[in-house]
């Protein structure tokens, strides 16, 4: 016992260094944003892409509903499960997200409530999200603060789409500290050349550290299996990761790899009503 807590620290702390990661602010919500390593700011991995982007619920015709779950690097105390629920609500894409991350020593909890319209045609989405943030510690309570996203998404044309969001547009802070809920620059292209295969490219600048870029793929091998890969200038983490399709539900597994700190398993469900 003695011997794993310096372990799971020193994982901590490179962890932390590394990847300069911030609160609530993590390297994939679900197995097909974590196979793309967060490229698909502009769609193209289905509607999970909507935790990044608000502006991607737009289209929704129907209900969908999703749960993920991972360890980051197999460490209990970096657990993350996400799930969401989106549905059309007249001309409008309407969802919730909730995310837990943590243990009972250090807590996140975000809930966030979305909202996406389309216009000109179909052609341009814009989308709005408010996140309630908690952050609770043991035998220290808890703080909270409300922060506020805005995304949009452009079709140039079947082959092309832009998309870009701003997390946290307000700067909230928690505990006086805006740095502790970082405000992020995304932006991101979707290539369609072929009916089978997407490419991704996103870019991501932190208001506190230098800017970062992705760039994915997703292959449909067939109508009911589709396979992703991706690289990031974060790291240099690779990844892989593959969606089944069974009758409305699909089963997702993503696995990323890092040269410091190992490999971290998403897994995943998905509802098409």
């Known amino acids: 016992m003695m011997n794993k807590c310096p372990t799971k620290l020193a994982i901590l702390f490179l962890w932390l260094s590394i990847n300069a990661y911030g609160a609530f602010d993590y390297p994939a919500y679900s197995p097909p944003s974590a196979a793309v390593l967060n490229s698909a700011i502009a769609g193209g991995i289905g509607y999970d892409g909507a935790v990044m982007n608000p502006g991607l619920s737009a289209g929704i015709t129907d209900l969908y509903a999703s749960l993920s779950y991972t360890n980051f690097y197999n460490m209990t105390e970096l657990q993350l499960s996400n799930g969401m629920v989106l549905f059309p609500y007249k001309e409008i894409g309407l969802g ?21 319209k389309h216009f000109n045609n179909n052609s341009f989405a814009v989308g709005i999200a408010l996140s309630g943030y908690q952050v609770s510690i043991d035998g220290y309570g808890s703080k909270q603060a409300l922060g506020i996203d805005v995304g ?16 946290n547009v307000n700067q909230p802070s928690m505990a006086g500290r805006k740095e502790e809920l970082p405000q992020v620059f995304r932006l991101g292209a979707t290539f369609h050349p072929d009916e089978d295969l997407t490419a991704f490219i996103g870019i991501e600048k932190d208001s506190w550290y230098n800017p970062s870029y992705a760039l994915g793929i997703a ?43 190992g490999t971290t398993h998403f897994w995943g469900i998905a509802f098409h009503a």
Request: no cysteine; glycine share 6%; hydrophobic share 40%.
């Open 96 to 116: 919730v997200i909730i995310q837990d991350f943590g243990n009972s020593r250090y807590r996140e909890d975000r809930i966030k409530v979305l909202a996406a």
């Open 152 to 167: 949009f998404v452009y079709s140039l044309s079947s082959l092309l789409t832009f998309g870009g969001v701003i997390e």
């Open 219 to 261: 292959y449909q091998l067939y109508h009911t299996l589709t396979i992703y890969s991706g690289y990031s200038s974060l790291s240099a983490q690779p990844s892989f990761g593959l969606q089944l399709r069974i009758r409305r539900a699909d089963f997702r597994y993503a696995v990323q790899y890092h040269s410091e700190l």
